[in-house]
Each structure stands twice: as structure tokens, then as C-alpha cells.
């Protein structure tokens, strides 16, 4: 019995040390964590309890040239209720009329809020659902609604705010115009001039504090922001609204005609680089007829250019003063041959006998490849440097991410070959993106003046300008003026008797080159040929104010019309017969502060009535009617008129007392 009593004290005490030691443990837990690791832990809890979130700020707005909006952000607001906030007095007083107010706004029933509103209020609802997506209008008016207007603490109103980015002339232009998002890695991307000048346009953004609130809502705390965001610049851009809409059409029209896969036109003003418009048309599948902005074509597609690069060919020659344009080829038939490949004019038995200048007239291979290949056989390196200086082998340093790269072979490098040269000389065996052809192009316009193409004219903040983008001169003399003279002549020639002419107009001058490129012909893939069809100039020819080019890729052969002149041609033609024809005369009002000495005697006569201090109705009569009802009108007389041109008569006679509430009655003649 007392062994038993021993066993039992000494479990006891086994019990109540473990339980000393489990006691023990759990206090110097607790004063762990209370002071040794109180800071980690308060910081965690508030942490999981209360939080700051970011407040995106509004980015800026994108601008054309002349003053449309192209693309801006919009506040879109989600508006929720803080049942438990408002006291019982003031949630009383106010339901009824709230849900009145909610009713006219939202549309559904004044009961139907009154209803939800008590049930939020019943159940302890803390983050009640009233409206998503109002916008900043309604917001505002919301603000002052019953019970809303006692602000966040005392009514209850919860606003949740997102800006959503609009772009008002939908998707025209818009991979130039561009987006930037953040994709499923959370990485920002994007395109265009959105993603190009982010950091004008997208502002900081604010932080606001919230707390967790049952079932995983998030509140904010209270009314004012922790951080308040800043609103980004505005950026405004070179293109114009109205040659932007010519472009964009005359193209798609272009497009849907000969059943093409996608095109791009480029319109650059020749003295300063700016870019006014730039259509960029694909489609979706090859059975699909609907064409929309689906790649950057003129800046990132850099393919071979075919007779367009035939320009380079002349300046080259003309420079080095190796032909003229006078000189005399034979075409041979339109066919000759270079290591057993052959080269042929699109001209059946080719031109004859023609000069050089004619030969760039009508787009012969033969003549510009024999050419080309006579004078630089023995010395290719001269020519390839004429195209390096030219500025043909380097992109043009774009901010947009994506710009294609030109590509010309080097001789000695491992692509080149015996053919390099000739093939070169009619657009083969190189590579350039439409706009690297256009700014070449634009240089000859501009008198060898090459300029960087330009799409951000200047950054502001409201009517403040933060940066002004000036013209960029990437060469300020590609040739001699003696070049130049001959080359403004034969561009101007192909649109008057060359691969042109059913472009040519006497109402308005252009100049230019077509070209049409056999794409894929080396292909063993299984990959179709197809046709590359372009033109690129410039106009008035004259006095260049703009240089544009059009690139249509797989236009369709049936009819055989799949050349450069019968597809981009017309767009091309269009665009400079809508900018000269339609738009708004700018022209010159000469003499205009000249004086004409009878409106100065009306002037007169007016001005010494207008400057006497009149008690009595003057004498009108010989007056105009103009002047007369503006007189009368100062001296505070109510006047009416009859007919038009001078006074004639007057219902109130000269003399009498001067009555404003009276009406003068002026009969003109």
C-alpha cells in the first residue's frame, strides 16, 4: 500500500515538473516574442492587417500636330459601402434619400437600393458593391449624394479608382501610336510611342493605406492619399489627323483591290523629318478581307526592295563620274546573263538601245546592272562604300524597340559572290525597312539634306513645354548639287513618260520610282513566290513639301497587273491629289493692312458719333447698319433692324430724348 502511494506521489510530481517545464517554456516563448522578436511580429501582423497600394497614376495624353487627342487616360471608379461606418442616426435619416439618389443615377428601383442598402447594414457589411465603372462625372455627383457627402468615416463611401487607356480614333495608326502593358511574366512591354516616351508619360504613381477587412476586402483607412500620384506628361506627336485618314483609306482601298496580305505607307514632311502619317495594314488569315493594324510593316520589315534601290545605283555612278545620264546601253533583248543567271527587263525584248537616264526611266535591269557592273567589276568596294555612306547599311536609330535592320553585303565577308554586284544594281541580294528607303529618298528631295524621321515633336506639362524634339540631320550633304539636279530630273521623268506615267497629273507634279520585287524566288521550303509592289517619291516636284512610299506585299497576279505603278502607285498618286486638293489654302493674304479710304470715311463718321456724349437720339441717316445698331447699342437703345445696307429711315427722329427702354426701328436702304 505505501509502495503504491509512492508510485502515485511520484507521477504526480513527474506531472507537475512536466508541467512546470511546459510552463517554463510557453513564458519564455512569450517573452520572445514579446521582446526579443516583438518588432518582427507586430511589423508581420500589420503587414497582413494593413497594407499601402499603389495608385496608378493618369498617364499623359498623346496629341497629333494639330491639337487631336490620339490617345488619353480615363478614371473609371468602383464605388462601394462601408455599412458599419455611418451611426444608426445619421444611416436612418439618410437611406431613403440616398437610394432616391442611387435610383436616378444607376436606373434600378429607389426599393431595390433601399432593400440592399439595410441588408449590408444588417449583415455588417463592410465593402457593399454600389457601382462599378463610373465615370468621373458621375463619381463627382455621387460624392454628394445623401449620406455619401459625410465623407468616408461618417457615410460610409468607399472609392476605388483604375485608369482605363482610350484612344479616340480607334486603331488607325495605332502600332505607332503603340500600347504598353505588363504581360504574364510582369514585365512592362509594349510598343510604339506609348511604350517609346514611358517616361514622360507615365507619371508616379501614389500609395494609399488600406485594412483587411472580413472575407479577404481590403479598406482604405482614410479619405486623403498616403502618396499622391503624379499625372505624366503629355507627348505631341508629328502625325496629322487629316493626311493620317487619307493614308490609312487610300491604302486599305488598295489592299482590299488586289486581295494583298498587308502594306504600309509613310508620309514625312521633306525639311524636318516629321512623320504625318503612317498606315501599317495586314490581315488576319489569307480567306480574311478585313485589314488592321497588325505589325509595324515601314519601320520593322526590312526585305529587298527591288527597283527603288535603283536610285542608289545613279548617285553612285554620277558621283564617281563613271556614266551620265546621256551615256548609251544596249538591253540586249532585255535579257543578259552574269555566272549562268540571268537578268531581265519586265519590258518582252527589252528597250533597245537607251540612255542611262532612260533606262531609270522605265525600270530596265539590264541597262542599270550593266551599269552598275562595268564600272565597279574591277573594284566592287567602291561602289558598296557609295551605299555605306549613302547611310543604306545602318538603321536609323528609332526609339522604337523592333527597327529591322538593312543588310548589304561586304565584299570579302562570306555572303559575297561573284553575282553580289550585279544583283545588287536592280534591289537583290540587299535588305531595307520602307522607311529607311523613304528617308534615303527624302534626301534627295530635301537637296541632299538627310534627316532622322520623327514622330515626337515635344513633351509638355499643360500648356508648359518640358522638351521640344528639333530636326535631326543624320547627313547634311548625301551628293553634289550637280547629282542632285540630275536626279530630281529623272525621278520627275518616271512620272511624266517613264513606269509612271498613268500617275502623271498637269494639275499637280510629283516625282518618284516604282518598283516590283520577286519575293521568295530561292526559296526550297515549299514557300509560294509572290510580288513585293512599291513607290516612293516625293511632291510637289518643284518645291518638295512631302516625300511618302507605299510597300504592298502579295498582291494578286490575276490580270498580270502586280507591278509597283499599277498597285502602290494610285495610293501613292491619291494621297497627293487629297493634301493638294482637299485640304485647307494656306495661301498668303498680300496687302492686307492696306487702307481703303472709303471704309476709313464710314470708320470716321462712326467714330465721331460713338465719342459724343449723347442726350438725344443722333442723325443715323448715310450710316451703315452695322455701325449704326453697334452706336445705338452702346448708348443702351434696343434696336431693330429692316433690310440691309445703309439707313435710309429712323422710327425715333434725330433730337428727341435719348430712352432706353424704347426700341429704334432702323429701315436700311
Not at 320 to 327: G, V
Not at 473 to 498: F, M, W, Y
Amino acid at each position: 500500500m505505501v509502495n503504491e502511494d509512492k508510485h502515485i506521489s511520484y507521477r504526480m510530481y513527474l506531472v507537475a515538473f512536466a508541467m512546470f517545464v511546459i510552463a517554463a517554456a510557453i513564458g519564455v516563448k512569450l517573452c520572445n516574442i514579446q521582446w526579443v522578436e516583438g518588432d518582427y511580429y507586430r511589423k508581420l501582423a500589420k503587414e497582413r492587417t494593413v497594407r499601402n497600394f499603389v495608385i496608378p497614376a493618369n498617364k499623359g495624353n498623346i496629341y497629333s500636330s494639330d491639337g487631336s487627342l490620339l490617345a488619353t487616360s480615363i478614371p473609371n471608379y468602383d464605388i462601394r459601402f462601408d455599412a458599419v461606418a455611418p451611426k444608426a442616426e445619421n444611416f436612418e435619416k439618410n437611406v431613403n434619400s440616398l437610394a432616391d439618389s442611387l435610383s436616378m443615377l444607376l436606373g434600378k428601383p429607389a426599393g431595390f437600393y433601399q432593400s440592399e442598402l439595410r441588408k449590408a447594414r444588417a449583415n455588417k457589411n463592410r465593402y457593399y458593391l454600389i457601382a462599378r465603372g463610373l465615370s468621373y462625372t458621375q463619381y463627382m455627383k455621387m460624392k454628394t449624394f445623401p449620406l455619401f457627402n459625410l465623407g468616408a468615416f461618417k457615410g460610409g463611401m468607399i472609392t476605388e479608382q483604375e485608369t482605363v487607356r482610350e484612344y479616340p480614333i480607334g486603331k488607325i495608326a495605332w502600332r505607332t501610336i503603340g500600347y504598353e502593358r505588363i504581360n504574364e511574366s510582369g514585365k512592362h512591354v509594349g510598343k510604339g510611342i506609348e511604350w517609346a516616351y514611358r517616361k514622360y508619360l507615365n507619371g508616379k504613381d501614389g500609395k494609399i493605406l488600406k485594412q483587411k477587412i472580413a472575407k479577404g476586402q481590403w479598406k482604405p483607412i482614410r479619405d486623403v492619399n498616403e502618396v499622391e500620384p503624379q499625372d505624366g506628361f503629355d507627348v505631341t506627336s508629328t502625325i496629322d489627323v487629316y493626311i493620317q485618314d487619307i493614308a490609312h483609306h487610300a491604302l486599305l482601298k488598295q489592299l482590299q483591290k488586289y486581295k494583298a496580305d498587308h502594306g504600309c505607307v509613310v508620309v514625312m514632311e521633306t525639311k524636318t523629318g516629321q512623320v504625318k502619317a503612317i498606315a501599317n495594314l495586314g490581315r488576319a488569315s489569307k480567306t480574311d478581307s478585313t485589314y488592321f493594324e497588325t505589325e509595324n510593316y515601314a519601320i520593322r520589315e526590312s526585305h529587298e526592295p527591288g527597283s527603288t534601290y535603283k536610285l542608289a545605283d545613279l548617285m553612285a555612278l554620277l558621283e564617281d563620274k563613271k556614266a551620265d545620264t546621256s551615256d548609251v546601253y544596249d538591253s540586249q533583248g532585255g535579257t543578259i546573263v552574269y555566272r549562268g543567271k540571268k537578268v531581265r527587263d519586265s519590258h518582252e525584248g527589252g528597250y533597245g538601245k537607251i540612255s542611262l537616264g532612260r533606262g531609270f526611266e522605265v525600270s530596265s535591269n539590264t541597262v542599270l546592272v550593266q551599269s552598275v557592273y562595268n564600272a565597279y567589276k574591277d573594284d566592287p568596294k567602291q561602289f558598296v562604300d557609295h551605299l555605306n555612306d549613302f547611310g543604306l547599311n545602318k538603321p536609323l536609330g528609332l526609339p522604337f524597340e523592333g527597327e529591322g535592320k538593312p543588310y548589304i553585303p561586304q565584299p570579302g565577308d562570306k555572303h559575297w559572290s561573284a553575282i553580289s554586284l550585279p544583283w545588287m544594281a536592280f534591289g537583290y541580294g540587299v535588305s531595307i525597312t520602307p522607311l529607311q528607303t523613304l528617308t534615303y529618298y527624302n534626301a534627295v528631295a530635301n537637296n541632299g539634306e538627310m534627316v532622322k524621321p520623327q514622330f515626337v515633336s515635344e513633351i509638355k506639362e499643360w500648356n508648359r513645354t518640358i522638351k521640344k524634339f528639333e530636326k535631326e540631320v543624320i547627313n547634311p550633304k548625301i551628293c553634289s548639287d550637280e547629282t542632285l539636279k540630275k536626279l530630281h530630273a529623272v525621278l520627275e521623268n518616271v512620272v511624266k513618260r517613264g513606269t509612271a506615267a498613268k500617275l502623271y497629273s498637269k494639275d499637280f507634279s510629283m516625282a518618284g520610282k516604282t518598283g516590283t520585287a520577286q519575293a521568295n524566288y530561292n526559296k526550297k521550303d515549299g514557300t509560294a513566290k509572290h510580288y513585293i509592289s512599291s513607290f516612293v517619291g516625293y511632291f510637289p516636284a518643284d518645291k518638295p513639301k512631302y516625300s511618302c512610299i507605299v510597300v504592298v506585299h502579295e498582291p494578286s497576279t490575276a490580270g498580270n497587273d502586280y507591278y509597283g505603278a499599277g498597285v502602290a502607285g494610285p495610293v501613292f498618286k491619291r494621297i497627293a491629289q487629297k493634301i493638294f486638293t482637299d485640304a485647307p489654302s494656306m495661301n498668303e493674304i498680300k496687302n492686307i493692312d492696306k487702307k481703303d479710304a472709303k471704309t476709313e470715311k464710314l470708320y470716321a463718321q462712326y467714330y465721331d458719333k460713338a465719342q459724343q456724349k449723347h442726350t438725344v437720339v443722333p442723325n443715323l441717316k448715310g450710316m451703315s447698319g452695322m455701325d449704326a445698331v453697334a452706336l445705338m447699342g452702346n448708348l443702351g437703345m434696343k434696336v431693330k433692324v429692316v433690310g440691309i445696307g445703309k439707313v435710309k429711315k429712323q422710327s425715333i427722329l434725330p433730337g428727341q430724348r435719348l430712352d432706353k427702354n424704347a426700341t429704334l426701328i432702323l429701315e436700311l436702304s
